[in-house]
């Protein structure tokens, strides 16, 4: 085709400024294609974490402010269940179990090395029933010992019979908690597990932060919801009630927020890139009008001086989009691996790579975008080019 | 039908509306132009010429009036079957050459045949008609900026032939010319016009007028 020959011998003629162009649509498709492979990547890691636990009702105390979301700072504001309410919400949660639990932090130092960690304050017989043991014993009624989780266990080389010091005082390791993963409920791998009389002895009585209601029927989760919010939140809101699928729902749309959002960066290099192809393409039209008139005169129809010019910036996106797609996969690579190793410590399973057909896919979804802004881009100018009056784009000089 | 003319023009207007006022550049102009002619058109510049030219080339429609080309009336066709007339029927020659400085000699001279045909029989009627007009066949794959000017004027009068147009016309295609390579440019429409090609021609030179065989003159939109 004669048309193709002259868009390639005159993007061939402006070489830099061809290359420009080129380089504007690289930049935005491997902005497009590595955002989203790192925004999937993300989302990959903190659905590895989530471990899913839909048979968890989470009862807790209802703040006036509170969004009810977990993620939400408010949401640590000291608040608690009382005594009372919790028998209510036993009482609610009938035939499933009720395990009502203080969650607090305390100092905690392994021989030299100290910090912070969260404490989990269950009552005795409720320990087995939540916590997987992976070695060790569980800590009974009034013993002394402590259970820890299974990753601050790894962090410090732990194991049953090893002493910590928690709050000060210096206590046995009874057990240790099976790994489990980032839950709705609790988070017990980084965290020590005590039992609720070890707690109130050293603290005196408390309210408690929060109730776990496990159904033993998932299609019993509604009704249990129902239950307790009739029985305590009769008159005001005192607790918030939220089961896992509701809680894991606010988490992908975090995840999914966060990738809308990293998908318009790139998505705003691929608009930049597409005005460089505009303007290059403005010129061209500009500084061929004689040639346009020419061709016009002697045979050329309005949609093939159209075709010509948009076969130019055509070949501008398909190259610029080709070299950004294998760019953006190197990237992706390098770039999910570091993600990998920033979440690591957190990673359930260390399954950090992202599955080949997903890289695929967001380099095969930057391609076609590429190539699509550079064609609309060059639309506006080739429909120009086909509109000159071929008398008046004649005599231009 | 043999009789009949090649071109006719019946009372056609041409009016340019500007700010200023509307601007009359042909006045119900009434001519034919019969198959194997060879017309000078002359006059004076703002006469009308160019306008007359680009209205025999379905460049342009009439305000009013009747055009045409073999019997068919142009005045009101669209944009695509003007472009076709221009592309089958019309071969033009412009003052300024106007080749393709992105392609080769032989492929300014195929341009018009390759959007209809194919390649290959395309580059061999264009090398034809190159011989024809005495184009040495070294120049066949020169870019237009490495000609001579009477050589890109000759490409560009293969190029108005390599279609077997019924007419061609030239808009001063020696005036960029010195007169011994006019000369020779004249010659080769003489020759083809000779062979049976109509061909119309303006200039405002009675030199290169004298190689046609009618004058028309136009002087203020109106044929004189």
Same mark, same amino acid.
């Given at each position: 085709?004669?048309f ?5 011998r ?23 294609a ?5 925004? @999937?990547?993300?989302s990959?890691l903190?659905?590895?974490?989530v471990s899913?636990?839909?048979?968890t009702v989470l009862?807790?105390?209802?703040l ?9 700072p ?16 036993e009482?609610a ?9 203080f969650?607090?932090?305390?100092r ?7 910090g ?16 997987e043991r ?13 259970m820890?989780?299974s ?11 090893s002493?910590i ?5 210096s ?6 908690a099976s790994?489990?993963g980032?839950?709705?409920d609790i ?11 070890w707690y ?6 408390q ?8 159904? @033993?029927d ?11 919010d ?6 005001s809101?005192?607790v918030?009630?939220?089961?896992s699928?509701?809680i894991l729902?606010? #988490? #992908? ?11 318009g ?7 930049v ?6 303007n ?6 500009t500084?061929?009008?004689?040639e ?15 075709r010509m ?11 610029g989009?080709v ?9 992706a ?5 570091s993600i990998?190793d920033?979440?690591a410590?957190?990673?359930v ?11 695929i ?18 639309f ?7 509109q000159?009056n071929p008398?008046?784009?004649?005599r231009?000089? | ?12 207007s041409k009016i #340019?509306?500007? +700010?200023a ?11 034919t132009v019969?198959?194997?002619e ?13 306008t ?5 080339g ?15 009336e142009? @005045?009101?066709m ?14 033009f ?20 045949l390759?959007?209809?045909?194919g390649?290959e ?7 034809e008609?190159?011989?024809a007009v ?16 009477g ?7 293969a ?7 019924d007419l ?24 083809e016009?000779?062979?049976g090609?109509?061909?119309v021609?303006v200039?405002?030179d +009675?030199g ?17």
């Amino acid at each position: 085709m004669i048309f193709i020959d002259l868009a390639v011998r005159n993007l061939r003629r402006h070489k830099v400024r061809s290359i420009l162009a080129t380089v504007g649509i690289v930049i935005g498709v491997v902005a497009i294609a590595s955002l989203g492979i790192m925004g @999937s990547s993300l989302s990959t890691l903190v659905g590895g974490m989530v471990s899913d636990v839909s048979d968890t009702v989470l009862v807790t105390p209802h703040l006036a402010a509170s969004s009810g979301d977990p993620f939400d700072p408010r949401s640590a504001l000291a608040a608690s269940i009382s005594t009372k309410n919790v028998g209510l919400i036993e009482k609610a949660a009938g035939e499933h179990r009720a395990v009502p639990m203080f969650v607090a932090s305390a100092r905690l130092r392994v021989r030299d090395t100290s910090g912070y960690a969260t404490i989990y304050a269950v009552p005795a017989a409720d320990i087995p029933f939540l916590i997987e043991r992976e070695a060790g014993l569980y800590p009974q009624g009034r013993s002394s010992g402590v259970m820890v989780g299974s990753l601050l266990a790894d962090e410090f080389d732990l194991h049953p019979g090893s002493r910590i010091e928690v709050g000060g005082e210096s206590v046995r390791v009874l057990g240790i908690a099976s790994e489990r993963g980032m839950g709705i409920d609790i988070n017990p791998d980084y965290a020590i597990i005590v039992t609720e009389d070890w707690y109130t002895e050293r603290h005196g009585p408390q309210d408690y932060s929060r109730v776990i209601v496990k159904v @033993s029927d998932l299609s019993a989760i509604e009704d249990v919801k129902a239950a307790i919010d009739q029985q305590i939140n009769r008159r005001s809101e005192v607790v918030d009630i939220l089961d896992s699928r509701e809680i894991l729902e606010l #988490y #992908y749309e975090t995840i999914d927020a966060i990738n809308i959002f990293l998908l318009g960066i790139g998505g705003v290099s691929l608009l930049v890139a597409s005005v460089s192809i505009l303007n290059v393409m403005i010129i061209s039209v500009t500084e061929r009008t004689a040639e346009i008139g020419l061709m016009r005169s002697i045979g050329a129809r309005k949609r093939e001086v159209l075709r010509m010019f948009l076969y130019e910036s055509l070949i501008l996106g398909v190259v610029g989009s080709v070299v950004g797609g294998i760019i953006s996969a190197v990237v992706a690579y390098y770039a999910s691996a570091s993600i990998g190793d920033l979440f690591a410590d957190f990673s359930v399973s260390g399954e950090a790579g992202i599955p080949l057909s997903v890289v695929i896919g967001y380099v095969a979804f930057a391609m076609a975008f590429g190539i699509g802004t550079s064609v609309v881009a060059g639309f506006y100018p080739a429909w120009k080019a086909a509109q000159l009056n071929p008398i008046e784009a004649l005599r231009y000089e | 039908m043999s009789g009949e003319p090649i071109l006719r023009f019946a009372e056609v207007s041409k009016i #340019y509306p500007l +700010p200023a006022g509307d601007v009359v550049a042909l006045d119900r102009v009434t001519l034919t132009v019969d198959p194997g002619e060879f017309i000078a058109v002359m006059g004076p510049s703002g006469s009308g010429k160019s306008t007359l030219l680009n209205l025999m080339g379905c460049l342009d429609v009439p305000t009013s009036g009747e055009i045409y080309l073999s019997g068919q009336e142009i @005045s009101q066709m669209s944009d695509d079957d003007l472009t076709r007339l221009r592309r089958d029927r019309i071969g033009f020659v412009f003052q300024q050459f106007n080749l393709i400085p992105l392609l080769s000699a032989v492929e300014n001279v195929e341009f018009p045949l390759v959007l209809t045909a194919g390649r290959e029989e395309s580059r061999l009627r264009a090398i034809e008609v190159m011989r024809a007009v005495h184009l040495n066949d070294a120049l066949f794959t020169h870019r237009p900026a490495e000609l001579s000017g009477g050589e890109q004027q000759r490409v560009a009068i293969a190029r108005a032939l390599v279609n077997d147009p019924d007419l061609l016309l030239c808009d001063e295609p020696t005036g960029n010319l010195d007169s011994k390579t006019g000369s020779a440019i004249m010659e080769i429409l003489a020759a083809e016009n000779r062979e049976g090609k109509t061909v119309v021609m303006v200039t405002h030179d +009675p030199g290169v007028a004298a190689y046609a065989r009618r004058t028309i003159r136009i002087v203020d939109g109106r044929v004189a």
